[in-house]
């Protein structure tokens, strides 16, 4: 079992940043693509990031890629998802997510794993 812990969401103004973090427990975090997701009142919860277990592989998207950045530290079990220039439009509960694999998909059926979320509101 693993379980998912965000944190670092806030109320901020438009073009201000927040970086969200994803603590994990359990079992062998490195063997995990982590992933991170939003869903605002009323829509469907939509893919924002992912990474592979190294690091090395990424995918963003489209409407943030110029802006969020996703990483993780595998020694501190921690992924994080860096946002700057933020809109209004990103306001969501954002979740953090985890998927045995190699490969970051951006579906979230193939994510096994999900934390309770955290709120980010952006104030314009």
């Known amino acids: 079992q693993v379980q998912l812990v965000e944190s670092g969401g806030g109320l901020v103004q438009a073009g201000g940043s927040l970086r969200l973090s994803c603590a994990t427990s359990?079992?062998?975090?490195?063997?995990?693509?982590m992933g991170w997701f939003r869903q605002a009142p009323g829509k469907e919860r939509e893919f924002v990031a992912a990474i592979n277990w190294s690091g090395g592989r990424t995918s963003l998207a489209n409407s943030v890629k110029d802006r969020f950045t996703i990483s993780r530290d595998n020694a501190k079990n921690t992924t994080y998802l860096q946002m700057n220039s933020l809109k209004p439009e990103d306001t969501a509960v954002y979740y953090c997510?985890?998927?045995?694999?190699?490969?970051?998909?951006?579906?979230?059926?193939?994510?096994?794993?999900w934390g309770q979320g955290t709120q980010v509101t952006v104030s314009s």
């Open positions: 359990g079992r062998t975090f490195s063997s995990y693509v």
């Open positions: 997510a985890a998927h045995m694999g190699a490969v970051p998909p951006t579906t979230k059926d193939w994510y096994s794993y």
